[in-house]
Structure formats: C-alpha cells, structure tokens
C-alpha cells in the first residue's frame, strides 16, 4: 500500500515522518525483541534525526544501518554517517553495539564487502535471501535516485547482490550502497522528500511510464508493499491530486 502525507514545509514533514518512523520501531521492536532502521542523509533527514532526538524516543535494542555512504572518512562533512552521528546517534546516546555503519574511509570495493558481511552477521539470511530492515529511510534525488543509484546505473537491474561500491560519474566521486533487493525487502519503506527541487522527480516516479533506468526511485515505489511518502507542499506540487 502506498500513503501520501503532504505537510506544508519541510519542518512539519520530517516531524511527522519522525513520530511515523519511531512508531514503526517501536512496534517492531515489540514484536520480535528488536528493531533495524536504515537510514539516508542529507539535508530534510536532519530534521527529522532532531525530532526523533526531541522526542525522547528509546534506542534500546535498536540498530541503525546506513542506506549508501560516500567514499569518506566518518569526520568528513560529506559523511552520510556524519550527519546522523552529530545529529542523532550522539544526542540520543545510542551504543555503539548498536551502530553498524559504512567504512567509507576504506578503498570503495573492500568498504563495500565490509558492509555485505556486517548485514549477513547481523541478518541470518540464507543464500538467496536478502537481509529485511523493519524500516528503511530514503530520500529522493532531484533526478529521481535513491541509495546511490542513480539514472544509469546498471546495478538498477540487480537482484543478486546486496552491497556494492558505485563510481557516480556525474559527481566523480565513489560511493557505497545497498542494492535493490535489499531495499525491496524491508518490512516498512519511508521516503521523506522537501523542496521545489524534487517536484519534477516525485511526478516522475509517480506518474511517468514505468522506467526505473530513467528513474531509480520507481524500483522501490512501485515493487515494494508498505511505502509512506512525506512530502512537503513544494514536492509535491505537480503530483495531480496534491
């Protein structure tokens, strides 16, 4: 089932995905004794990792995965794992037991290997299976990518593989990223998208002819069975019922 929250800004839509996600967690937690959340970076997933830390939300028996990381060392501004650490993980006073991020400071392939044996030691996952986050946090790209797969990529097509080290040509730069059977399999899909950037984007995965080599977004939005959307107004002002 697809759901749609249109908020007016991108405060109200990260506070609202943030009371969404920790419901999740906590549910899932409830039933099987813990709870895994993905997450993405970037600049509308901060506000959401202050709500969750507003909130007082308990991190107990909850562990937090990474979505792709960049080719960088975890002080480096670009980090994905930056982000969360400085505005989640630090301030909420999650152990580091329960931390499982991406060495992006090691050479892209062997970082990319490390993280595939991270998920199978934590995931008991048989061969052919795919680790299964109870929930997993995406953003959306202005050209409608997801994790680090962006327009192109032939790894869009992998249904094998669980990790991979990507060369992003657009950017020049290399990153790290889970693949899409594993985005597939989570248990509950989050995408949380703001800005006017993102309205030809969030039409596109929503409206256009089915093409996720044009638009990556659409293998998860369209594959997958529970995915809520938070959008702000300005994201989705060119969806028709919006």
């Not at 152990?95 to 934590?122: D, K, M, S, T």
Request: aromatic content about 8%; charged content about 25%.
């Amino acid at each position: 089932m697809i759901r749609r929250h249109i908020h007016p800004d991108p405060e109200k839509t990260a506070e609202a995905c943030a009371v969404h996600v920790s419901g999740l967690l906590d549910a899932a937690r409830s039933a099987r004794g813990m709870a895994s959340l993905a997450v993405s970076g970037g600049s509308t997933p901060k506000l959401m990792f202050q709500d969750l830390v507003r909130s007082g939300f308990v991190w107990d028996r909850i562990h937090v995965f990474w979505v792709d990381e960049r080719a960088v060392p975890p002080d480096d501004p670009q980090s994905n794992f930056r982000l969360a650490n400085e505005s989640l993980l630090e301030p909420a006073g999650i152990p580091a037991a329960q931390i499982h991020r991406v060495h992006g400071e090691r050479p892209p392939q062997e970082a990319a290997q490390a993280y595939e044996q991270e998920l199978r030691r934590f995931f008991p996952v048989a061969p052919g299976e795919f680790p299964q986050f109870d929930v997993l946090h995406l953003g959306l790209g202005p050209d409608a990518h997801i994790a680090s797969l962006f327009p192109g990529e032939p790894l869009i097509a992998d249904r094998r593989g669980l990790v991979a080290a990507v060369w992003v040509e657009k950017l020049a730069t290399w990153r790290i990223t889970l693949l899409p059977g594993v985005l597939l399999a989570a248990r509950e899909t989050v995408f949380l998208v703001a800005g006017q950037d993102k309205a030809q984007a969030v039409r596109a995965v929503f409206d256009a002819d089915y093409d996720p080599e044009k638009y990556p977004a659409q293998v998860v939005a369209r594959n997958t069975r529970d995915v809520s959307w938070f959008l702000d107004e300005p994201a989705a002002s060119l969806l028709p019922d919006a």
